[in-house]
Every structure is written in structure tokens, then in C-alpha cells.
């Protein structure tokens, strides 16, 4: 059985444009390099044929990868969390006397630490998912057991 990939509507979106862009406009730049290498000539010792091969092949794997995701996409609602983290839960958690540090709760699929998207499947979701405001959490990080406290889930 598949699992679904869970995503926020923002990232459906986000993945959707991906693909998008892949199909209408890098298939045809990827098509005119190679058009351009194979009219180079030599096909043995063509390295702009090469690459433009590979770049296809980039693009053609990356355009099956979002289709795929995008098949198997179960959308994230936005609702009240009843108190609880879950997948879509915005949560602010305190680590000692440090500042407070907010994260969206998202799939693998969409996840970017650097924007405040962390994975369920990550060590920190694992760890924060079924957890009410109050609760410590442990995560065991390479430099030993981290605990953050919970102190607001939306």
C-alpha cells in the first residue's frame, strides 16, 4: 500500500508550479541544448550533447518524481488543533532559557528546516507529535539529548 504524501495546500501548490514550469518551459530550453549540440557535429566528442542529455534526464526524472508525489497527495487541513501537534500544527518550543523557536509541522515532501517546515517523520516532529502545550519533549541530537518545552500550538 502507499502512503500518502502530506502536504499544505501551499506546498500542493508549490510542487504544482514545479511541475508546471518543468513541462512547459525547461522540456523546451532542454530541447533546444540539445537540438543546438546535435547540430554541433561530432555526436562522439559532443560534451554540450552530453550535457544537455543529462540535464534531461534531470528534468524528465524530476517531472516523473512530482507527478508521483502530487498522485499520492493527501492535503493538510488547515483547522484548530484541539491542543495537540499534528501534521499542520504550528508549534513555538523553548529549549532552557533560549528564545523561542516556531516551526510548521509538514510532510518530508515539503519540509525546509531554513523556513521553519520540519517533517513529522524528522527527529524534532517525531518527538513533538501528540504533545500538548506544557509538555518537554526529548530529542537525541549527535551532540546528546536536547529537551524543548511546548509553549503554543496553533
Known amino acids: 500500500m502507499e502512503r500518502p504524501v502530506y502536504l499544505t495546500r501551499e506546498g500542493y501548490a508549490k510542487l504544482e508550479a514545479e511541475l508546471n514550469y518543468l513541462r512547459t518551459v525547461r522540456r523546451q530550453e532542454v530541447a533546444r541544448r540539445l537540438h543546438e549540440a546535435l547540430a554541433e557535429g561530432d555526436i562522439l566528442e559532443n560534451a554540450e550533447l552530453e550535457a544537455a542529455r543529462n540535464e534531461q534526464a534531470f528534468v524528465e ?71 500538548r502545550v506544557g509538555d518537554e519533549v526529548t530529542v537525541n541530537a549527535p551532540d546528546g539529548a536536547l529537551t524543548f518545552r511546548i509553549v503554543e500550538i496553533k
Request: hydrophobic share 35%.
Open 61 to 131: 526524472g524530476r517531472i516523473l518524481e512530482l507527478e508521483e508525489l502530487l498522485r499520492r497527495a493527501e492535503i493538510i487541513e488547515e483547522e484548530t488543533s484541539n491542543g495537540v501537534v499534528r501534521v499542520g500544527s504550528w508549534v513555538t518550543i523553548v529549549e532552557g532559557d533560549g528564545p523561542p523557536e516556531t516551526y510548521h509541522i509538514v510532510g518530508p515532501a515539503e519540509a525546509s528546516p531554513s523556513e521553519g517546515k520540519i517533517s513529522y517523520e524528522s527527529p524534532l516532529g517525531k518527538a513533538l507529535m501528540g504533545h
